[in-house]
Structures are given as C-alpha cells and as structure tokens.
C-alpha cells in the first residue's frame, strides 16, 4: 500500500492533482503507459471525475490564516501547491491475466480488495470517497482518493499518519532546542518509523488475510522451494484468519439477534412494568374505595351487631327463664317418676310374693310338684304356671321349694292323717296372709 499526496501544481515529476485523477479515470492523453487502456471499474463512491468536482469545491470555499507585518491576521485563499488530495495505491502480486484464467484467483483477488476497503475504511474515514479499480496493466491494482473534508486549510497532507508523526517529531525537537537541521532529520526517522508501522498494520489487516507475505523472496534472499514454503504458509494463515473472520462474522450475527432480542424483551418489559404500574395505580384506587366502604360497613355492622347483641341477650334471657321452668317441670317430673318407680317395684316385690307364696301352698296341698326328674315344677293350676313363667321367678323359688317339700315330707312322716291336715291348713293360712299387703309393708 502506497499512500502520497499532491497538489493542483505539478510536482517536479508531472504529478497533480488533474494528473493523478485524470490517469486514474484513463484519460487518453494520461495514460499512454498502458498498452489497450479499458475504463476503471468503480468499487466504491465517486467515480474519478466526481472526486475531482468534490475537490474543486472544497479547495475553492477554502482558506488560511496569515499574520501580517503590522501585526493583524488575514485570510488567504489555498495556494496551488498546498497538497490537497491524499491517494492510497494498493497491488496485486499475481498477474492480471492469472487472475482472469483461475476462479481460484478471482476469488482471492476479490477477498483482497474487500479486505482493502475495509481497511482503508478503518484508517481514514468519511474522508475516503472513493476506491476505483484497474485491469488493464500487467498487475490488477486499486486507487483510493480522500479529501480534507472539514479543514478549511485543505491540507492533505495532514490525513497521512506518517506525515503527522513527522510534523510532531519536529515540532518537539525544536521545542527541545534542537536545531532545525537535526529537527527534520528527526522528523523524517519519525516519518519513515510511522510508515512501517502503517505497512505493518496493512499486513496484519489485509496482506495477512489475504494469504499474502510481508515482503517479496528477493529481499530475504529465499531460494525457490524457501519461498514456495512461505507462500504456502502465508496461504494457510489466510484461511485460518478468514475462518476465524467467518466465526466472528457469525459471533457478531449472533450478538446481534441477541442484542435485538433483548431489546424486543426490554421493550416487552417496559410495556408490561407499565401495564403493572397502570394496575398497581388502579389497584391503589381499588384499595381505598375498599377501605372507605370498609369503614361504611364496619360501622353499619358495629350497630347490627350492637342491636343483635341485644335481640340475643333478650332471647337468652327469655331461654334462660323458659328454661329453668323446664328444669323445674323435669324435677317434678322426676319426683313423680321416682315415687311411680317406687310403687311399682313395691308391687311387683308384693306380686312375686304372693305367686311365691301360692307355689309354697300349692306344694303343701299337692298341687305343686316337681317333675320325675325334680328338675322342673309342674302346676295343677295353669294360670299359676303362666305367672312364674312370666315373672321368671322359677330358678328363684325352686330352692325355697325343695326345702318345703323336704321339710314337709319329713314332718308327714310324723304326724297323724289328723294332724296333717290340720297343719297344712294352718300352714297355709300363714302363707295366704301374704298375699294381703299392709300399708307400711308385707307380713312376715
């Protein structure tokens, strides 16, 4: 990449600004180096014709300040030779006719001059406006035209990286005491330091990627197959950068899908905070209309419960006395059923006696008896059986039964026919005055 300025008076070779651009759009009385000149093909902005238009107008509204002898300033208009027009020359190592055969080559040529753009892009700015191509010599080439756009000076001079290193290096040589001969010597060290860095940095940035090396076998001094060597590494750097570009590329894609999602979802989210903010602030008057009506109604409520309070103590006290009624009513009641209980069971307890004392008279006449096998009592009197049965009261007796049986069998055993009659009657007189209660209990 070769980078050099120039101004509307020829320098001491022929080289203008007409010249340059004149060349570069194959202007027939400027470009009779070329064998079979063919028209450049525009790669990027204003075509060669345009930019000299564009650089007319700015040098024509441009101006400088100049000191005068009594002390005051003036504007002058820019001189023919301030240098108002930087270019950028960049070539081809292969020829023009391999890249034209090998679609191989096309396609790296074509990756180079993206590359060149990008680069000169990067370097100088909206400055570069334009970037034409040539291939009609023997090796396919590209020039890039910038202008001073916003310095009214038109200095082109001072877009070149190198030139502002020189200008700087002297400008504090002189400020150190140099002395002006060893100043610009400085200067030009400055100069030519900053050239290679700038050459250093096109390689890393263009040459680099485009598989291409550093510098030519003849100025190291390689052999054919050493040079061959550094071709064929320099051509697997390039892939492997142009990889690791593509990676990026789709890394930098990637990056900004996600960056567009985020703001699609940040954009989502600031609509729903608002929607929540518009609810919280419904939700806030909601609150207090609520609140207000609680109030309304606590109130109301404390008064129903006020009056409920003493609707129930009434009804309480009323229950209260009704129920005490009851528990008298139940009391007497009670009493009742208590002396009913009692007179009942006195004359269940005189009913038992007196069937018992029936059986005990019915043993004694005969009329009650055990059974062949003195295990149950037979009754003459059917009513009389009906009643045990019922009261069940057999199981009872039975042993008071056996004992009279066996205590009047033995005494029969003793006694005249005379006599046992007269004691069975006797006897049982005593056992029928059971059956006649007493008021204040049974006869013994």
Not at 176 to 183: I, R, T, V
Not at 248 to 269: H, N, P, S, T, W
Not at 313 to 327: C, F, G, H, S, V
Not at 340 to 363: D, K, S
């Amino acid at each position: 990449m070769h980078i050099q300025s120039y101004s509307r008076k020829a320098n001491k070779i022929g080289q203008s600004v007409q010249q340059i651009l004149d060349e570069a759009g194959r202007a027939p009385e400027f470009c009779q180096h070329v064998e079979n000149p063919e028209p450049p093909n525009l790669i990027y902005g204003l075509s060669p014709q345009q930019v000299r238009e564009k650089h007319d107008a700015i040098v024509e509204s441009g101006y400088v300040e100049v000191a005068l002898k009594d002390g005051t300033s003036a504007r002058r208009g820019i001189r023919k030779d301030r240098h108002t027009l930087l270019t950028a020359v960049a070539s081809y190592p292969l020829l023009t006719k391999q890249v034209a055969a090998e679609s191989a080559y096309r396609e790296a040529y074509a990756h180079w001059i993206e590359l060149n753009v990008c680069w000169l892009k990067e370097t100088f700015g909206d400055r570069l406006i334009s970037v034409v191509e040539h291939v009609d010599e023997e090796h396919p080439h590209i020039h890039a035209f910038i202008l001073p756009f916003d310095d009214p000076s038109c200095s082109a001079r001072h877009l070149n990286p190198a030139w502002n290193a020189k200008q700087d290096a002297e400008a504090s040589a002189r400020e150190n005491g140099k002395p002006a001969k060893e100043a610009v010597k400085l200067g030009n060290l400055a100069y030519r330091a900053r050239g290679r860095e700038l050459q250093d940095q096109y390689f890393a940035e263009v040459g680099l990627p485009a598989g291409l090396t550093r510098v030519g076998p003849k100025r190291e001094r390689l052999s054919r197959e050493q040079w061959k060597q550094r071709k064929e590494q320099a051509r697997r750097d390039a892939a492997q950068i142009r990889q690791m570009t593509e990676r990026i590329e789709q890394i930098a894609d990637i990056e900004a899908q996600l960056d567009a999602d985020a703001d699609r979802r940040a954009k989502e989210i600031v609509r729903k905070l608002d929607a929540a903010e518009a609810l919280f602030a419904e939700a806030l008057s909601a609150q207090s209309q609520a609140e207000e009506e609680a109030q309304e109604v606590r109130a109301r409520t404390n008064e129903t419960v006020a009056a409920m309070k003493q609707e129930v103590q009434a009804k309480l006290d009323t229950e209260a006395k009704r129920l005490e009624r009851r528990a008298a009513e139940i009391q007497s009641e009670r009493s009742a059923l208590e002396r009913e209980r009692r007179e009942v069971l006195r004359n269940t307890v005189l009913h038992v006696a007196a069937i018992t004392a029936r059986v005990l008279v019915g043993v004694l006449t005969g009329s009650v008896r055990f059974d062949g096998r003195k295990s149950k009592l037979c009754f003459e009197d059917p009513e009389l059986g009906r009643e045990v049965q019922k009261l069940e009261i057999a199981p009872i007796i039975q042993n008071a039964v056996v004992v009279v049986s066996r205590v009047w069998s033995r005494l029969t055993q003793f006694l005249p026919s005379e006599e046992i009659i007269s004691e069975r009657d006797r006897q049982s007189r005593t056992l029928s005055s059971v059956v006649r209660p007493v008021s204040k209990g049974i006869e013994p």
